[in-house]
């Protein structure tokens, strides 16, 4: 069960075997600042109005998780922070019990989400931390998922270009740090079917990487007035250099020069620029574990919270 909706309501009855300590209206009804546990054995200490939790308050599960933030009407509603039973948290803004707007989730493993939230999911722009190879993923969302215009960045590289539940689709481009980018595209592979009683099962659809050409990187740089050269650099330039005329420039040969053996280390972007500028296209999975991980973990781990 997740945290939605989980606290109880503690409202009064001639069965109720709660405890509460505070202040009360004329009415009878809690009201200000109180001590409540409820009959579950999760504790609420904070403001009420008229019998209900409102305002700044700390709710603590019996299993160890534990909200901290606004309250409006029973309902965890503004800024708050909530903290699950293995140690992830999210900080953020919270409308009618759900994660909505801006926040701020720490994972378990040290990875971060930063960015918009709607309706408990992350949608919008945000940006995913990934710990263990520290790629982030940079762009939109849609309910949970990497979707639309995004970039994705690596230690020495990165992929501008758009994103399909979790993939990359379409026309985009690695851009190296030595100085050049890999222009190509992403297409998806040819879906398998199988007949099993007699119902058709599609077998994961994996996008590869079509590279087509490189080029120097598309770098913006001011205009200057040129001048005339002075007569000694005029007969220096005229002079050939020991390595001939028409050597590729030394970023781009940097990159061409990566032996067969490095290029198994690496990961889809860094491949030999030799095979790619071949008539043929090179083709290559992508990669999973360079940052998509999955987020299913999210929804287990606050499993054990009380609904």
Not at 136 to 143: A, I, L, P
Not at 206 to 220: H, S, V
């Amino acid at each position: 069960m997740s945290d939605l909706g989980s606290e109880e309501l503690e409202e009064e009855g001639e069965n109720d075997i709660g405890e509460y300590e505070g202040d009360r209206n004329e009415a009878g009804e809690r009201h200000g600042h109180g001590k409540a546990r409820l009959p579950n054995g999760d504790t609420y200490e904070g403001t009420y109005e008229f019998g209900k939790r409102h305002g700044q308050g700390i709710y603590k599960f019996k299993n160890g998780a534990r909200y901290i933030g606004e309250y409006v009407k029973n309902k965890k509603h503004g800024q708050g922070t909530f903290i699950y039973p293995d140690g992830s948290r999210f900080e953020g803004e919270w409308v009618d019990n759900q994660r909505h707007g801006h926040g701020v989730y720490y994972y378990v493993n040290n990875d971060t989400y930063t960015g918009e939230w709607f309706a408990h999911q992350r949608h919008g722009q945000g940006t995913y931390f990934y710990a263990e190879t520290g790629s982030k993923y940079v762009g939109t969302w849609v309910n949970g998922q990497q979707e639309g215009a995004a970039e994705l960045i690596h230690l020495n590289h990165r992929y501008q270009g758009k994103f399909l539940n979790k993939n990359p689709v379409g026309p985009g481009k690695y851009v190296f740090d030595i100085g050049c980018e890999q222009h190509g595209e992403y297409r998806l592979t040819d879906m398998e079917r199988e007949e099993e009683e007699e119902e058709e099962t599609l077998a994961a659809v994996i996008p590869k990487w079509k590279a087509i050409k490189i080029t120097e990187l598309a770098l913006w740089t001011p205009t200057l007035r040129e001048e005339p050269p002075r007569m000694e650099e005029a007969v220096e330039e005229e002079a050939p250099g020991a390595e001939g005329v028409g050597e590729p420039v030394e970023d781009v040969q940097t990159l061409m020069d990566v032996s067969e053996e490095d290029t198994d280390l690496m990961r889809p972007g860094d491949e030999d620029a030799d095979a790619i500028q071949e008539d043929h296209w090179d083709e290559f999975r992508y990669d999973m574990a360079l940052g998509n991980v999955s987020f299913e973990e999210e929804e287990t781990r606050q499993s054990d919270v009380p609904e």
